[in-house]
């Protein structure tokens, strides 16, 4: 993903976006969990991967007119998009903490606002978070790669939606959890995990078409003459 000069989170979440839309045939509001530790006593903040950018790149991965470098132009855009968020929400520039004191602050005075209760009806079909793999530095898992484990995930927040843990162990690893709900007929995991893995190779094969473009592209070498030679 490194090579592809593009974050590993962000990479992972428009894989996640791709593969939901897929999955589902829609696009959903997506959570994303942001530590809060540059404040005392932070918490976590909500990162939002779904954006116009994001959904611009997916439209585009199923259309076969967009040429690749589109497709990588528009990936890159949903990236940065991405990235920016994440950065919002680490610096306290999130939404969804201060809506959600608002909401607070409006059950205390007894205020009904339908712009908070439309903003807080819309369930979070899709509840993702990266889960760091290192959890102390006693241990040296390049030396001991045996005692790389999977950790842990958790449940689905809406009843037809989908929790993604996912974490990244080292260069070439990536664990996933994907839990649904069995009482959900439009759901399913194993399904949802199949999508996850082509919408990673479609990324991949993406990124191996636009160098071999780009190596096409690139002029040939100037041949110098030696004129002294040639007389």
Known sequence: ???????????????????YYRDAGKFSLTYEASMTR??????????????????????????SNVSIEERVRLLNAA???HQLGYQDAMCGKGIDRHLFCLYVVS?????????????????WRLSTSQTPHGQTSKMDLKKHPNCISAGGGFGPVADDGYGVSYIVAGEDL??????????????SSERF?????????????????YRSLQKKKQPAPAIKSDKSEAK
Do not use: N
């Not at 059950?107 to 369930?123: A, C, G, M, T």
């Not at 990536?174 to 759901?187: D, L, M, Q, V, Y």
């Not at 082509?198 to 094969?205: P, V």
């Open 38 to 63: 540059l404040f005392r006593e932070g918490r976590t903040e909500t990162v939002r991967p779904c954006t116009i950018e994001s959904a611009a790149w997916v439209k585009a991965m199923l259309d």
């Open 174 to 187: 990536i664990f996933f959890h994907i839990s649904s709900k069995k009482s959900c007929g439009t759901t």
């Open 107 to 123: 059950k205390y005075l007894e205020i009904d606002s339908p712009f908070l209760q439309e903003v807080l009806s819309e369930p």
């Open 193 to 209: 995990a199949q999508e996850i893995c082509r919408a990673l190779a479609d990324m991949k094969h993406l990124f191996e078409e």
């Open 79 to 81: 990236c940065d998009r």
């Open 1 to 19: 993903m490194k090579t592809c000069r593009l974050s590993p989170d962000a990479f992972i979440q428009m894989a996640l976006q791709l593969a």
